[in-house]
């Protein structure tokens, strides 16, 4: 019966029909589609912002053979007001600009399914280990390299790539008081009562990160970042022996064109295990300057080489991430999954 109900929850213009071009393209001796199938991807609370199925079809060709195929189909919430808010935010916009003109191997609205290839997420409540960490690191020193020399050679991103969400009214301010108020009152357990005037004064001043315009320092080093770049937003592959073979971002809807640092800052304290993200901190940020500078290299970046002290210097000046990566990214990938674990709930909390 769950399941049943959660298929009720998906619009009814979903169907078959959305489809037929597209498996036209890939599927060159295409007939019909002898069944078609809308399920969920993922548990209960793993999705925020939108609504993400899987679509399964069973194709059959002209020969009478029949072949499995799936795609991913990621929807608008279909609560009004947490639409209205998240349509605000112009995410889909952006995601779908983001993959059709600045990575144009991939396709948006309609996605490739990469659990055909066997990709897989880390477990969001444990975290990347030394291997994950690395080679998410890895790939988004490739990712920042190829926008930085596209920037060169294709000149400015859009304006809406100055901000993660493009709201003209912040409707999240209410839901930021009540998450720094829960911190605040959480400082006793973790033997850190001491800051909660400091803690106090900062919270009533912050400004919501991800609606902000990214600031501009001289002389910084700028590139596309991902935006949200979580456990969640990142897939592995791997060969027969376990070893990760392959490293896929996802979800590109909140990309800002701005100081790597806020990439950097997001991904190491959200989502490298608790036994490395201190202690191997300084490490890591050393392990991506190697592979963007090996990568700019690559790709005969004109400008002057990013260098190490910059970037350190460059987390020091973006520090203002630490607070909502904290206040808010680290609750949602570390609470047990829930179905009452959504947008609508997250504001309702006092």
Not at 35 to 56: A, Y
Not at 112 to 136: C, I, P, W, Y
Not at 165 to 175: R, Y
């Amino acid at each position: 019966m769950a399941d049943e109900q959660k298929l009720l929850d998906f619009p009814s213009w979903l169907d078959e029909h959305m489809f037929i071009e597209l498996l036209q393209h890939d599927f060159k001796d295409y007939k019909a589609i002898n069944n078609f199938e809308v399920v969920p991807t993922s548990d209960e609370g793993e999705n925020f912002t939108c609504l993400v199925v899987r679509v399964k079809i069973i194709v059959e060709l002209n020969d009478e053979s029949q072949t499995a195929t799936s795609y991913i189909a990621k929807l608008l919430p279909t609560t009004s007001s947490i639409r209205d808010m998240i349509a605000s935010w112009k995410i889909f916009n952006k995601e779908k600009l983001t993959y059709n003109s600045y990575i144009p191997d991939a396709e948006l609205i309609i996605l490739e399914d990469l659990g055909n290839r066997s990709f897989k997420n880390v477990n969001r409540q444990k975290g990347f280990d030394m291997a994950h960490t690395k080679a998410a690191l890895d790939k988004l020193a490739q990712f920042f390299a190829a926008s930085a020399v596209r920037f060169e050679l294709k000149g400015a991103y859009l304006e809406m790539y100055d901000r993660n969400l493009c709201s003209e009214e912040d409707k999240f301010q209410e839901f930021r008081e009540t998450q720094a108020n829960s911190l605040i009152k959480a400082l006793p357990l973790y033997n850190a009562a001491y800051m909660e005037s400091e803690f106090q004064t900062y919270t009533s001043k912050a400004p919501d990160m991800f609606q902000a315009h990214a600031p501009k320092f001289e002389d910084e080093f700028r590139c596309l970042n991902h935006g949200d770049l979580h456990c969640n937003n990142i897939m592995f592959q791997y060969d027969e022996q376990g070893k990760i073979t392959e490293t896929y971002f996802i979800d590109l809807q909140m990309s800002r064109y701005c100081s790597p640092a806020q990439d950097l800052i997001y991904v190491l304290l959200s989502s490298v295990s608790f036994e490395l993200k201190l202690s191997k901190f300084d490490y890591f940020v050393f392990y991506y300057h190697s592979k963007l500078v090996e990568y700019l290299k690559l790709l005969d970046y004109t400008q002057p080489m990013p260098t190490l002290t910059g970037l350190h210097i460059a987390i020091l000046k973006h520090g203002d991430w630490v607070y909502p990566v904290i206040s808010l990214l680290l609750p949602l990938l570390l609470i047990d999954p829930s179905e009452k674990t959504n947008m609508d709930t997250m504001r309702a909390i006092n």
